[in-house]
């Protein structure tokens, strides 16, 4: 059976979704405007590793990543699976799907330095994910093509400070990076740092179980089941999944 999410995002997937039947240890989405670069910092990253395990739609490219686990237990390392989830041609805040959101364990935002609009769109986004997510969901900032304009490196952007501020203010949260595509700056670091970020994050919900992750998921499953057309078949649900009005299913009664 393909999982759920993929099957609800994929239309006609052109390659065998065996592929794609079991999910990977981490996803990773990114986020951002149309044609700031988000799919060219995918593939300059996955440049020499990349398997080609890609399920290419028109709404979304799936790349599986498998990594040594940055934090191994074992020796020799045990092996991360990361899916990477990359929009094509849906760009639109509040257009997204609910499910590109779901059990995403951190996630890229993006933004164009040489295309203002980009940036002030970062707050949709951002509101956009946390509102699904939460705020403890870990996101990288980051500020894509560089190269075209290199002094915008030394300008200051408040999106940051004022949105660390509302996550604790703690400096090491939401880091920010100048990258390029082009000329492969940073790349590496932002993806290195998303997959750190994601583990931890994924660590954290498991130790910390009911009342974050779980929750969000099982109200979410509730609102969707309330719905004629179906589970995942309408638009993402409000703001705050897990203060989302309707029935709270016990942990107990819906994990099973
Ligand atoms: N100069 C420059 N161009 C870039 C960079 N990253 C992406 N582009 C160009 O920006 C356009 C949009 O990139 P794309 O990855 O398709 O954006 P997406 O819609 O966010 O996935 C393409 O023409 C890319 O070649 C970069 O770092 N520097
Ligand atoms: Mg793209």
């Known amino acids: 059976m393909l999982n759920p999410e993929l099957r609800d995002m994929a ?7 065996q592929q794609v039947d079991k999910p990977a240890d981490l996803k990773i989405i990114l986020l951002g405007d149309s044609a700031v670069g988000k799919s060219k910092l995918m593939e300059r990253f996955l440049l020499d590793d ?3 395990h890609q399920l290419s739609t028109y709404a979304l490219t799936l790349y599986r990543y498998t990594t040594p686990h940055p934090r191994p237990r074992q020796n020799p390392p045990e092996k991360l699976e990361i899916d990477f989830w990359d929009t094509a041609g849906q760009e639109r805040f509040q ?3 609910a499910s590109y959101y779901m059990g995403a364990h951190a996630c890229i935002l993006v933004f164009d330095v040489t295309r203002k ?6 707050d949709q986004w951002y509101d956009e994910l946390t509102g699904h997510r939460g705020i ?6 980051v500020a894509n093509k560089i190269d075209m304009d290199p002094s915008r490196a030394s300008k ?11 996550r604790g203010g703690s400096p090491d949260d939401l880091p920010f990076y100048f990258v390029s595509a082009a000329d492969g700056s940073n790349v590496v670091t932002i993806f290195r740092d998303a997959i750190q970020r994601a583990v931890e994050f994924k660590e954290r919900i498991a130790s910390e179980g009911a009342g974050t992750f779980v929750d969000d998921v099982l109200n979410f499953i509730a609102e969707e089941e309330k719905r004629p057309d179906g589970l995942f078949s309408g638009r ?4 705050g999944t897990q ?3 309707g029935p709270k299913i016990p942990s107990s009664a819906a994990v099973s």
């Not at 609009?117 to 970062?122: A, D, F, G």
């Not at 200051?156 to 509302?166: C, I, T, Y």
């Not at 993402?236 to 703001?239: I, L, Q, S, V």
Request: no cysteine; hydrophobic share 45%.
């Open 11 to 17: 239309e006609a997937p052109r390659k065998p979704l």
């Open 50 to 52: 990349y398997v080609p």
């Open 95 to 97: 257009s997204m799907h």
């Open 117 to 122: 609009v980009t940036y002030k769109n970062l």
């Open 136 to 141: 403890k969901m870990p996101v990288i900032v």
């Open 156 to 166: 200051s952007f408040a999106f940051v400070e004022k949105r660390r501020l509302e």
């Open 236 to 239: 993402a649900p409000e703001a």
């Open 243 to 245: 203060q989302a009005a």
